[in-house]
């Protein structure tokens, strides 16, 4: 059996910008697809934290060392310049790997540089 799982996170990115006239895509800045082990053309779950949001997208290269996170096409249409996004990379592991998985999780400041990163997400207390 295969288990759908996190693969990796950018949290709390800043949208900086909203192309409605743009192929539809999610531009991100190519150092932090690098650091978050993100393809172009990868799938991606968008979560908007300001509206409440949640769509489906793909990645393009965004120019490295731009900060940028570039919602285009239909995107820019639950996105807006300015929102807080949590961008969201899935993949499917087997029984055999999800014990060890480690999803890398990147957590960006306001103006999308990286305050820190993990591997684990903190556990929720009550």
Known sequence: MLNCMLKAKLHKASVTHAVLEYEGSCAIDSDLLDMAGLREYEQIQ????DNGKRFTTYIIR??????MISMNGAAAHKAKVGDRVIICAYGYYGEDTVDELKPRMIYLNPDNTVSHTSNAIPVQLG
């Open 46 to 49: 968008i979560y908007n934290i």
């Open 62 to 67: 965004g120019e490295a060392g731009s900060n």
